[in-house]
């Protein structure tokens, strides 16, 4: 019932920076907290940044100071910055978030992922 879509990955050098974004879409009533974590080949997905409805943040100890995570609600959008971009930050990015339908039901959704890779 709840659609998120990422966008903004790409290939980067060492460095660089990326924005990715996730918009949310559907019979949305309120999203609470949103959040991007990423996955890199034979690792577990991990947590990368999340925001609350209320702006709160909490970031993962390795991107702390590079990576600046937003949203939009009311264009029910979250966004990404990512600067001073490291190989190891290469992965696929998921976004993710929960609330409540319009229908007063709970969703937790998660979208396709987006790419990205930083060449050093």
């Known amino acids: 019932q709840v659609q998120l879509v990422e966008s903004g990955g790409g290939l980067v050098q060492a460095g660089g920076s990326l924005r990715l974004s996730c918009a949310a879409s559907?019979?949305?009533?309120?999203?609470?907290?949103m959040g991007w974590y990423r996955q890199a080949p034979g690792k577990q997905r991990e947590l990368v940044a999340v925001?609350?409805?209320?702006?709160?943040?909490n970031y993962a100890d390795s991107v702390k100071g590079r990576f600046t995570v937003s949203r939009d609600n009311a264009k029910n959008t979250l966004y990404l910055q990512m600067n001073r971009l490291k190989p190891e930050d290469t992965a696929v990015y998921y976004c993710?978030?929960?609330?409540?339908?319009?229908?007063?039901?709970?969703?937790?959704?998660w979208g396709q992922g987006t790419q990205v890779t930083v060449s050093s």
């Open positions: 993710n978030g929960g609330g409540h339908t319009t229908t007063l039901k709970t969703f937790n959704s």
């Open positions: 559907g019979s949305i009533f309120k999203i609470n907290s």
């Open positions: 925001v609350t409805s209320g702006g709160s943040t």
